[in-house]
């Protein structure tokens, strides 16, 4: 399987694999995505941070954003000295959702891993780290430029 191929079946089959979990909760698969995202990575709680990071359009966590809140699971505040930027935290209602969702994303990469051994998990994750790095320009990238 060609890389092209290979990343567009993952995302497909990661979107199907949490699809029970969105029909359960009555989520769309982009309001799944924006809550598991701010519970998996708490040093980032904008929506600003959300589009930059999982590289997903404004509009869509905008509209995302808005629901969730609207339902009671997020909710926005500001922090001291900065009345622009509104962070996102979690709701005590969205702790089922998030409970879910971190089962279905934990079997999800069991089944990818399926067959490796702790080692060979260990060091795909270090090519998939150096990977991220030359995609996003990180140190890795930078040096081989130079």
């Known amino acids: ?10 995302k497909d089959q990661y979107a199907e694999a949490v699809m ?10 982009m309001e799944f995505n924006v809550l598991l995202f701010l519970a998996n990575n708490p040093a980032y709680t904008t929506a600003a941070e959300i589009v930059e990071q999982r590289r997903l359009t404004k509009s869509h966590v905008s509209i995302s954003v808005r629901s969730l809140t609207e339902r009671g699971l997020l909710r926005g505040e500001y922090r001291e000295g900065n009345r622009r930027t509104v962070h996102l935290l979690l709701c005590g209602s969205a702790e089922a959702i998030v409970r879910d969702g971190r089962a279905a994303q934990e079997a999800f990469t069991d089944a990818l891993y399926r067959g490796f051994s702790e080692h060979e998990r260990a060091q795909m994750q270090g090519y998939m780290d150096r990977i991220g790095e030359n995609v996003t ?6 040096e081989q430029k130079a």
């Open 20 to 29: 029970p979990v969105c029909k359960k909760h009555g989520l769309t698969y």
């Open 137 to 142: 320009g990180g140190a890795g990238a930078k």
């Open 1 to 10: 399987m060609k890389l092209f191929e290979f990343l567009s079946a993952v």
